[in-house]
């Protein structure tokens, strides 16, 4: 799928109703613009948050239960929801995805990424190390499997975004 064809997804002005065109501009970007109240509309990058809880030497990752990477290792973690503080995802989708509940957390790094997403959005991923936490791992809604690595050996993991979470966090 061409990103031109996902910028075309919307096809009405959400403002007046009118149909929208695509316009590039001098840059080479899509744009959507509305021909009548000149309305334009972005494809902003969508905020995400990233666990790295560490036990020892040993680094938690869920196996996705759903797309992209069905099946495949990562870390814990998912999109902001709208009105949501980012700590407050991040406590929600650790909880979600492994039972876990946030102690304590430290920023380890801001890091993005447009071409893993299959929509063609940006995501922004905000990583944090889990300082402390309570509970036994268990999937949960988004997880197969939940399972601490040793950070040494890890399995392969599709998300460039983690990896570089994960580089910080090893050194």
């Not at 406590?91 to 990424?113: H, I, P």
Request: proline share 8%; aromatic share 8%; net charge positive.
């Amino acid at each position: 799928m061409s990103r031109r064809s996902i910028v075309t997804t919307k096809r009405f002005c959400f403002y007046c109703g009118s149909p929208l065109q695509t316009v590039v501009n001098a840059a080479g970007q899509a744009r959507l613009l509305c021909p009548r109240c000149h309305a334009k509309f972005y494809r902003n990058p969508v905020p995400a948050v990233a666990a790295l809880v560490l036990k020892g030497d040993e680094l938690l990752l869920v196996r996705r239960a759903a797309p992209p990477f069905e099946g495949s290792w990562c870390l814990p973690g998912g999109f902001i929801e709208s009105g949501e503080r980012v700590l407050e995802a991040l406590a929600r989708e650790l909880k979600e995805e492994t039972g876990l509940e946030v102690k304590g957390a430290r920023l380890v790094d801001v890091v993005s990424f447009v071409d893993e997403n299959p929509e063609g959005k940006g995501v922004i991923i905000i990583g944090y190390r889990v300082n402390g936490f309570e509970g036994e791992p268990r999937p949960g809604d988004d997880a197969q499997e939940v399972r601490f690595f040793p950070l040494a050996d890890l399995p392969p993991i599709p998300f460039s975004s983690h990896r570089a979470l994960i580089d910080k966090v090893k050194r």
